[in-house]
């Protein structure tokens, strides 16, 4: 259990650069209807900035704290292999669950075919980055146990 702080501080790291991300592909106007932050404050009959709260608390705490709890049964030779998996788990569940539910249907198509690749992308950077700075986190903790 004592990983779970690890997976905590990857999982706002990782979210930290898909929010920038997102960011960045909402100012360069590519596909400014896919917007998850409002997606979820409408979702919670909320504002944005209650989505962005939401949606960090999702990528920290959920996927980086279950990160770390099933991280010895993710399959993947490293931590960012095993992170990228993970990543794409998540991006199967919010396609098949959390789309519908925002009224952007089944795997978002109703935002366009473009949607479905996008938010693989970024789940793809985000399970890199969550699996990378896991493994560091990690190996720091050896280094100073030994």
């Known amino acids: 259990m004592k990983n779970v702080s690890a997976g905590l ?8 650069v898909l929010s ?18 409002a997606m979820i404050g409408m979702m919670m009959g909320a504002s944005v900035a209650v989505g962005w709260i939401i949606h960090f608390m999702i990528g920290t705490i959920a996927w980086g704290g279950g990160f ?3 991280y010895d049964v993710i399959p993947g030779g490293s ?18 669950v959390v789309m519908p539910m925002a009224g952007a249907g089944f795997f978002g198509m109703n935002l366009g075919v473009m949607a479905p690749i996008m938010t693989l992308l ?14 560091m986190l990690l190996q720091r903790r050896t280094l100073n146990a030994a």
């Open 9 to 16: 501080v990857a999982g706002f790291v990782a979210t930290v």
């Open 20 to 37: 920038a991300m997102m960011v960045v592909k909402g100012m360069m106007g590519v596909m400014p209807e896919l917007d998850v932050a």
């Open 122 to 135: 970024l789940h793809i950077v985000y399970g890199a980055v969550l699996g990378g700075v896991y493994g």
């Open 68 to 70: 770390a709890l099933l």
């Open 79 to 96: 931590a960012v292999g095993k992170g990228i998996v993970f990543g794409v788990a998540a991006w199967l569940g919010m396609m098949i």
